[in-house]
């Protein structure tokens, strides 16, 4: 029979623990379905498909985009009434993506356009599976996934910075391929060793996060 000093604790853990989930929750801009006010943005044909199901949880639909026109830029926008304000403690800007031709000449890099400024593949922090960003690494046909260093935009301050115009990819030299963007995500991701827990005397436990 558990004591009543160890029944505290471990229930003291599991509120901890969910409210840590809480805390480090994502914001789901497209998952099958554009969520948090997004709308499809710019130039050529862009729809939720599943012609090519992203290989996600349930094989999720896709945003399929066809560059044309004068906008060479496809995916959600967030301009006026569909503003969106980063949430506290958001850092990262996470979203997978496919280019059903082989090669990369193609394609330009990324777009992400806060109020206080824009980010930049040349000069912002950003990596491409899991490595240094370098577009010349894209290859077609296969699924990758990029992450912004949302702290390396100009201005960026999470909890006031907005996203107030594209989150894509930029596409401004072939006009036949097809795009296919299957998440996106605004998320918080923790160093593995900066959220210490420790449990005390009466089985009262204490979060704090180590300063870089």
Known sequence: MKTI???????????AFAGMSSLFADTILFNDTVQNGGLFGNGG???????????DTGNSDTIKWVPGGDYKTGGLEFY??????????????????????????????????????????GTDSWTLDGSAGATGNIT?????TINVDLTSVTGFV?????????VGVKNNTDQTSTVFIGDIRL???PEPSSVV???VAGGTLLFFRRKK
């Open 45 to 55: 044909t862009i729809v939720v498909d599943n012609t090519l199901p992203y290989p």
């Open 80 to 121: 006026g009434g569909k503003a969106l304000t980063v949430p506290s403690g958001v850092t990262n800007l996470e979203y997978s993506f496919y280019v059903d031709v082989a090669g990369s000449w193609y394609m330009n890099g990324f777009t992400a356009n806060l109020d206080t400024g824009s980010f930049n593949t």
């Open 197 to 199: 827990l420790l449990m």
């Open 5 to 15: 000093k160890t029944k505290f604790t471990l229930t003291a853990m599991a509120v």
């Open 187 to 189: 998320t918080t991701i």
């Open 158 to 166: 999470a909890g006031t910075s907005v996203l107030n115009g594209l």
């Open 140 to 144: 077609g046909q296969t699924w990758h």
